[in-house]
């Protein structure tokens, strides 16, 4: 089944999808990840970050994996030919949280080297097929995001 395609800016189904995002983060947060702690089978986190223009504090579900120490997510936007907000808001802001359960971290996030993503890649593909589908859809090459614990971590450019 091929992943769905993005409603335009300003549509009522682009509304529709943000209210359900809204619905997902409070039954995550209400439920510590019981409900909405999963989209097609892969964990989902919630994370934080703040608008880069508004200063305001956003929270979005996003698919992830572990790496080690490190959390993985892959600013997909289901293959949108532009980057997901909460990711232009992360290279501004890296210093943020995440929620995974009823468990809060502290995490810096940034974008994992050429060398890092031939080897994460093909393991968020293994974790949902629908990233395959996503990257064939776009011109942009989908970047992946390290989230590393920021007791211990540094944003590297």
Known sequence: MAAPKLPPPGSTRLKLMMRFVAISVWLYRRTGGRLAGKFAGAPVLL?????????????????????????????AR?????????????????????????????????????????????????????????QNRTERDIPVVVLSPAAHASPRA
């Open 47 to 75: 994370l934080d970050h703040v608008g880069r223009k508004s200063g305001r504090r956003r929270t979005v579900p996003v698919c992830y994996m572990i790496d080690g120490e490190d959390l993985v997510i892959a600013a």
């Open 78 to 134: 289901a293959g949108s030919e532009v980057d997901p907000a909460w990711w232009l808001n992360l290279q501004a802001h890296p210093h943020t949280s995440v929620m995974i359960g009823s468990d809060r971290r502290e995490v810096i996030a940034r974008q994992a080297t050429a060398e890092e993503k031939q080897k994460l890649w093909p393991r968020m593909v293994e974790l949902s097929g629908d990233y395959a589908v996503y």
